[in-house]
């Protein structure tokens, strides 16, 4: 552990100065300067996040994980083994783009992508929403959706535990959902 609470293993990579207390950055993980990391996150092994990537508090980030300049995530997040996130709809080698160029990607508190999911850029992942392993986002995911395949298409509901929700959307849990907009909220 470091001076500022940042375990970086040996053989990881943490260029930035702006990580959380109590992140772990593991072997051939590669933190770049630019990016912001929040607490208590895990970065495994062989993850790459390169500047301009916004990570929030307590997020996982599984072996191989690939996030580019313009992906911001919530507080919460978990990203499965081999997510993959683009941030250029239309690149070519010998075009550089960075900055405003880039599509933003968001995936928002609570959320959470299986192994292997691609997310394509310019796309927002509701909290708590749930994506299958080996789904390809293309589009927008509700709060609270279910989502797999390739495109990725909505097939039930979660709740914020993570069980698939029943047609009454009550969790064995406890908690209770209503639709409301694209998503779904919390009742009291």
């Known amino acids: 552990m470091s001076s500022d609470g940042v375990f970086v293993h040996p053989d990881g990579r943490c260029l930035s100065d702006r990580v959380g207390d109590g992140t772990r950055v593991w072997g ?16 495994c092994g062989g993850a790459f996040v390169e500047g301009g990537v916004v990570i929030g508090d307590r997020v996982t980030v599984k072996n191989s994980v690939l996030l580019f300049e313009g992906v911001s995530v919530g507080d919460d997040v978990f990203l499965g083994p081999g997510v993959v996130f683009t941030n250029d709809m239309r ?8 900055g405003d160029a880039l599509l933003p990607t968001t995936v928002e508190q609570g959320a959470t992508l299986g192994a292997g999911v691609v997310v394509v850029c310019g796309t927002v992942i509701g909290h708590d929403a749930f994506v ?22 909505q097939i039930g509901w979660v709740c914020r535990c993570g069980e698939r929700l029943p047609a009454d959307l009550t969790c064995p849990c406890g908690r209770s959902y209503e639709q409301a907009g694209v998503g779904l909220r919390e009742l009291p």
Do not use: E, M, W, Y
């Open 28 to 43: 051939f993980a590669q933190v770049l300067d630019g990016a912001v990391v929040g607490r208590d996150c895990n970065i």
């Open 91 to 98: 690149p070519r080698a010998h075009v550089k783009r960075s």
């Open 132 to 153: 299958g392993a080996g789904a390809v986002v293309t589009a927008d995911v509700a709060p609270h959706a279910f989502v797999v395949g390739s495109p990725a298409r």
